[in-house]
């Protein structure tokens, strides 16, 4: 097995080369492959959640993850790729595609919070700076939530690792956009 944090970069790339160039000749060739990998995904998956995988790889002066961010970062790469397959199925007038894999993702979104969200503390996984902010990132933090998350994000950044950044490469990416995104470029 590879990697879904990886392995994304191929509905993304194909994704963005069409929003960049308006062209839909790269999503015509390369939507047959699309399907089959994002297909492939989900057979690994177990009632939505993928655990297999790298994680966020990896925090400062760490060989491995120290935050069990394989399946939450995995599973959150699967749903983004559900998407972006949904969006380029609508541009490519294939409607019934674009809805069963509109209704995947609506399927991948609950199964995560369900899995890993801790309603009363608002805390995903087990409160990581990328737990916490990968969803945020997604997109798919129910909105009564959103605040909690956020206000634990910022707390683990700056109680729990004095003012720093604790993540690996999956999530720089995504501290970087949902502080600024959430209003918190000032802890940036």
């Known amino acids: 097995k590879g990697n879904p944090a990886w392995e994304v970069a191929y509905p993304l790339i194909a994704w963005y080369m069409y929003q960049y160039y308006g062209d839909r000749q790269i999503l015509e060739e390369h939507y047959p492959s699309l399907k089959k990998w994002v297909d492939y995904l989900g057979s690994t998956a177990n009632d939505y959640i993928v655990e297999w995988g790298r994680g ?23 749903y983004l790729a559900v998407r972006i397959l949904s969006q380029i199925a609508e541009v490519l007038g294939e409607s019934d595609d674009a809805q069963r894999y509109l209704s995947l993702a609506d399927k991948i ?4 919070n369900e899995r890993f969200l801790n309603e009363e503390t608002h805390q995903y996984g087990t409160g990581s700076q990328t737990s916490n902010s990968f969803p ?33 490469i999956l ?6 956009e949902t502080l600024t995104e959430y209003g918190r470029g000032d802890v940036m």
Not at 146 to 160: A, H, R, Y
């Open 109 to 112: 979104k609950d199964a995560f």
């Open 171 to 176: 999530g720089a990416k995504a501290l970087v």
């Open 136 to 168: 945020l990132y997604l997109g798919i933090v129910p909105k009564a939530h959103i605040q909690g998350v956020v206000d634990n994000l910022v707390e683990n950044i700056m109680t729990e690792h004095d003012g720093h950044l604790w993540t690996g």
């Open 56 to 78: 966020d790889w990896c925090p400062p002066k760490l060989t491995q993850p120290d935050d069990e961010s394989v399946p939450i970062t995995s599973t959150g790469y699967y």
